[in-house]
């Protein structure tokens, strides 16, 4: 059920990006994706409860209600047929970020073939880092590393799919010359993808030697490593933003859209009581 919840939510946040000029009715249709979108992300905490992540918990519901805001927000601008902020549709650039960024992500969530593929090849990367470093580390299968007794499974989170797809939606979204993209694409999907499997050595060798204890597992990955993640993409995002300028109208008009839409929602709170 939740597949074809996502599919939709894609397929008409897609379906908004390109429709061709500038048409009323593609911020209803974009908003409806959002709803979508919104419904599939507000699933995912039940996933990330039972293993314990309480980080993606946090995050997936801030996911789940950042949807809802920029469906309320196209409604509204679909209503009013007006833009909040500076004159920028932001709205709609936030939607085709978002759709092309949904389209390099969830063919390898969704397809069998290619999970399979991104999977295996990035614990082939693992194994062979491991055993450069000179750790002894065994293969137990196509996804499984184990080290000292301790089996770690490489899943598609492992691969850092999500993050290369955010940013090749931001870079694909921008007008901006050829080389100018080209660049931003080098200094960003390759060395994320490449510090990710340094953040997965990391982890394994935490884990199989017991570095934190009993926790070691869960303190290495969902607090150090998710932490290490957080800073470099940081990093990596604003060499991306120095590249491509562009980016950062998109991100400031989407701040200001976000206290605009929080300032309303309050507002008719509060005139409601």
């Known amino acids: 059920m939740t597949d074809y919840i996502l599919l939709i939510a894609i397929g008409l946040m897609i379906l908004s990006a390109i429709l061709p000029g500038k048409l009323s009715y593609r911020k209803m249709i974009g908003a409806f994706g959002w709803i979508t979108f919104g419904a599939h992300w507000a699933y995912q905490p039940i996933h990330y409860m039972e293993i314990y992540d309480y980080f ?3 995050l997936t519901i801030m996911i789940a209600c950042f949807c ?14 007006t833009l909040p902020v500076a004159n920028l549709d932001i709205t709609s650039m936030v939607t085709s ?3 092309i960024g949904s389209f390099f992500y969830f063919p390898f969530a969704q397809l069998p073939s290619l999970n399979y593929w991104i999977i295996a090849g990035v614990t082939d990367n693992i194994t062979w880092l491991l055993g450069s470093l000179g750790y002894e580390v065994t293969q137990d ?6 080290y000292n007794g301790y089996t770690v499974e490489i899943i598609l989170a492992c691969t850092a799919i999500e993050s290369i797809a955010l940013f090749c939606g931001l870079i694909a979204s921008v007008r901006a010359p050829a080389s100018k993209l080209f660049q931003a694409f080098m200094v960003s999907v390759p060395v994320i993808y490449i510090l990710n499997i340094f953040r997965d050595v990391f982890v394994i060798i935490a884990y199989g030697e017991q570095w934190f204890g009993a926790e070691s597992f869960e303190i290495a990955h969902h ?3 998710k932490m290490g993640s957080a800073v470099a993409l940081f990093v990596i995002g604003y060499a991306v933003l120095k590249i491509l300028p562009q980016l950062f109208d998109l991100i400031d008009g989407l701040v200001s859209l976000s206290r ?3 300032k309303d929602i309050i507002d008719k709170i509060a005139g409601n009581r």
């Open 97 to 99: 970020a978002t759709a």
């Open 141 to 146: 299968s196509w996804n499984l590393i184990s």
């Open 260 to 262: 605009f839409r929080l």
């Open 56 to 58: 993606n918990v946090f």
């Open 68 to 81: 809802l805001m920029m469906a309320y927000s196209m409604i509204d601008e679909y209503r009013s047929n």
């Open 223 to 225: 607090m150090i490593a």
